[in-house]
């Protein structure tokens, strides 16, 4: 028997914006995870709607509480913490826009 795992919004807000920058400007989410990437790892597939674009630093990142960006390294970080597949239609598609939704999918490819 397989096992699905569906999970709901995957936000990046501010605060999870401003936890995951490191001193040098890098960002890490890993420890967002650590908590969920257990159960995670039981499942043979796991989905999350993933409510922001990866737009990249020059459309900005976290200037409103309700425009979403967020940095490659959030998608990395979901990607390691076990989350297999990602919806990107949502009411925050297109928060930066056309160029952000494009640079989402091509980021995403690219992380398979």
């Known amino acids: 028997m397989k096992r699905i795992t569906i999970v709901g919004d995957i936000m990046c807000e501010r605060p999870i914006l401003h936890a995951g920058k490191q001193a040098d400007g890098s960002y890490d989410f890993s420890p967002i ?3 969920v990437k257990p159960m995670f790892a039981k499942s043979d597939y796991v989905i999350g709607n993933m409510e922001f674009p990866v737009g990249g630093e020059d459309l900005t990142y976290g200037d409103s509480f309700f425009v979403f960006n967020a940095p490659d390294a959030y998608a990395e970080a979901i ?3 076990g989350i297999d597949l ?3 239609i949502n009411n925050h598609t ?3 826009g056309f160029e952000g939704a494009v640079r989402t999918m091509h980021t995403l490819d690219k992380l398979g």
């Open 33 to 35: 995870f650590a908590q």
């Open 86 to 88: 990602v919806s990107t």
């Open 79 to 81: 990607k390691d913490a």
């Open 94 to 96: 297109l928060d930066r």
